[in-house]
């Protein structure tokens, strides 16, 4: 492969997945029921409601999942391994491959943004303890329904809080059965978050 098409791929990659963590950043806060009018959510809904409001109109939101916004996501996915399948083969892949790398790539940025929000807390509980900050106060809403299971399973003990050694275990594992399954089926080089 020449250096133009390991560009193109890059671009896309980059340019996809930044707007991918978005879409998957509006399903998020809607499943939490974060904060509709912290900035950081108006920011997330002003730049997914072109495609999402249209979208919307045909598929409804079920028992409150914004179920959009995560077909939208599995769409880009798909769409970004069409690409780069287009790309480096000049095909395009099987429906059912395109369809389960979708899923898994999906789920496996899903457990990768739960790492480094996970990550970013523990981080913030040390520095900027007691901060009413937006982004700090959004990234609680989104990890505490994951945490508060783990908390009941390992209360904090003297003041320290180790449940999240739970959680990056379990993130763990799932990254590790997910990264499998891609090399089972023969898409592991093509969803940058699963290698």
């Known amino acids: 492969m020449n250096a133009v098409y390991a560009v193109m791929i890059y671009l896309i990659q980059t340019l996809l997945s930044l707007y991918l963590i978005i879409m998957l950043l509006r399903f998020?806060?809607?499943?939490?029921?974060?904060?509709?009018?912290?900035?950081?959510?108006?920011?997330?809904?002003?730049?997914?409601?072109?495609?999402?409001?249209?979208?919307?109109?045909?598929?409804?939101?079920?028992g409150g999942l914004d179920i959009a916004s995560l077909l939208l996501a599995l769409l880009l996915q798909i769409a970004g391994i069409v690409a780069i399948f287009l790309i480096r083969f000049g095909a395009v892949p099987?429906?059912?491959?395109?369809?389960?790398?979708?899923?898994?790539?999906?789920?496996a940025l899903l457990v990768q943004m739960y790492f480094f929000a996970l990550l970013a807390m523990i981080i913030l509980s040390w520095v900027a303890q007691g901060s009413r900050h937006p982004a700090i106060f959004l990234l609680y809403q989104i990890t505490e329904p994951v945490m508060a299971p783990f908390r009941k399973v390992l209360p904090p003990m003297g003041g320290l809080d180790f449940s999240p050694i739970l959680v990056f275990i379990l993130i763990n594992v799932v990254q590790i059965v997910l990264q499998h399954i891609a090399a089972a089926v023969g898409v592991l080089g093509f969803v940058p978050w699963l290698s």
Do not use: E
Request: hydrophobic share 55%.
């Open 28 to 62: 998020l806060l809607q499943l939490v029921r974060a904060d509709f009018y912290n900035p950081i959510s108006q920011f997330v809904v002003k730049l997914t409601n072109p495609l999402v409001i249209p979208l919307r109109r045909v598929i409804p939101g079920v």
């Open 94 to 107: 099987a429906p059912t491959l395109l369809l389960l790398s979708g899923v898994l790539g999906v789920v």
